[in-house]
């Protein structure tokens, strides 16, 4: 029974230590050009508190101050910001088409996430509504959590 038990204990471990391979701390520095720059232009005076390289999914995830979550690929290109006490953000990533339509469908709510997919938007609300765009700034359904 023992050996059964440090026999699962140890491929638990071995799988858990594979797993956390696929991602790597990368200093701050050594970010690609665009993500620091995307970090210096819209987080300006946050604190940056870490950033990890996924090999596997090839994205970048950055972790700062105020709850603000990035990701992006690995060109460097943002795919996913949460951002949930410094909104701003949302109104120099978006189109403004998709602002004014989203704005005018719910003056009262308030973003705090937005994924770039591959055929649009993903707005995700304080409420935890979510609302799709196209590319263009269509509206296209909106589903609540």
């Not at 858990?16 to 200093?27: L, Q, R």
């Not at 949460?82 to 339509?101: A, C, E, H, M, W």
């Not at 591959?118 to 609300?125: A, I, N, R």
């Amino acid at each position: 029974m023992k050996r059964l038990f440090f026999l699962c204990s140890f491929i638990m471990l071995l799988t858990f230590t594979a797993f956390c391979d696929n991602e790597k701390p990368v200093p701050r520095v050594e970010l690609p050009q665009p993500i620091q720059q995307f970090i210096d232009t819209n987080y300006y005076g946050i604190a940056f508190r870490g950033a990890t390289y996924d090999a596997e999914e090839k994205e970048y995830e950055i972790l700062m101050e105020e709850g603000v979550k990035l990701e992006f690929n690995q060109k460097g290109a943002w795919m996913d910001v949460r951002s949930p006490k410094l909104t701003g953000i949302f109104q120099k990533l978006l189109p403004q088409k998709l602002l004014n339509d989203f704005y005018t469908r719910t003056p009262r709510e308030t973003i705090i996430e937005v994924s770039k997919e591959k055929k649009g938007y993903e707005l995700k609300t304080l409420s935890g509504k979510e609302f799709h765009y196209n590319s263009k700034g269509k509206f296209l359904k909106m589903e609540k959590d």
